[in-house]
């Protein structure tokens, strides 16, 4: 087994997962995205960076993408990887915290937030409170995405964002839904 897999089982209650996204999964999550016109790109729980490599082959130098995971091996992981990437920001932070980062970095609104967050594991109240946060941030334009192996956010998602489509893959383990938010 290779480190990132046996990293998401030994943090199962903090990943949510034993596998990372598939590449179904993924480019499920992407392909809305009009990656020629963003200029920041947020993604939350990085993970292993599957998510960010493919978000990264399909931006120019002119998106800037800001990463969030709490895991402290995965963002080592990823900052090896990802060491040549100029455009990339690594975060060992919580999403909880983005509104503070995104001040710090001079960063008042952003084009799209990818997350893969386990919400699913989180209090109710604090979601609610995060998602209302994140749409704030988003340019009217914006998205939010986000993906979870049931639909039991989806009525918490609608009251928060006015626009939601869903899709869905069979071809991740396990299968999963893919809300688009606007
Ligand atoms: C389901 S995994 C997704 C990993 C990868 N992006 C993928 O799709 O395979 C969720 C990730 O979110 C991270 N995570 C959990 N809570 C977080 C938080 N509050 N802020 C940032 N990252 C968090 C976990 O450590 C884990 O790496």
């Known amino acids: 087994m290779n480190f990132s897999s046996l990293e998401y089982i030994n943090t199962l209650r903090e990943s949510g997962t034993v596998l990372q996204s598939s590449k179904y999964l993924i480019n499920r999550c992407l392909k809305n995205i009009a990656f020629d ?25 002119n998106t800037t993408i800001i990463s969030f995971e709490v895991n402290k091996k995965f963002c080592s992981y ?16 919580s999403a909880f915290d983005f509104q503070d980062i995104l001040e710090q970095n001079n960063i008042s609104e952003v084009d799209y937030i990818i997350s893969s967050l386990p919400i699913s594991l989180f209090d109710k109240n604090d979601t609610t409170k995060l998602l209302t946060n994140l749409k ?4 009217k ?14 009525k918490l998602i609608k009251n928060i964002f006015p626009k939601v489509t869903v899709d869905f893959t069979m071809l991740n383990i396990p299968p999963a839904f893919i809300y688009n938010c606007a």
Do not use: W
């Open 37 to 61: 016109k963003a200029k920041v790109i947020v993604e939350l729980g990085m993970g292993n960076g599957c998510i960010t490599k493919e978000i990264l082959e399909r931006c120019d130098n």
């Open 78 to 93: 990823c900052q090896n990887k990802f060491k040549n990437n100029l455009s990339l920001k690594i975060l060992n932070k």
């Open 136 to 139: 704030k941030t988003l340019k």
């Open 141 to 154: 334009e914006g998205h939010f995405i986000q993906y979870q192996y049931s639909l039991n956010h989806l």
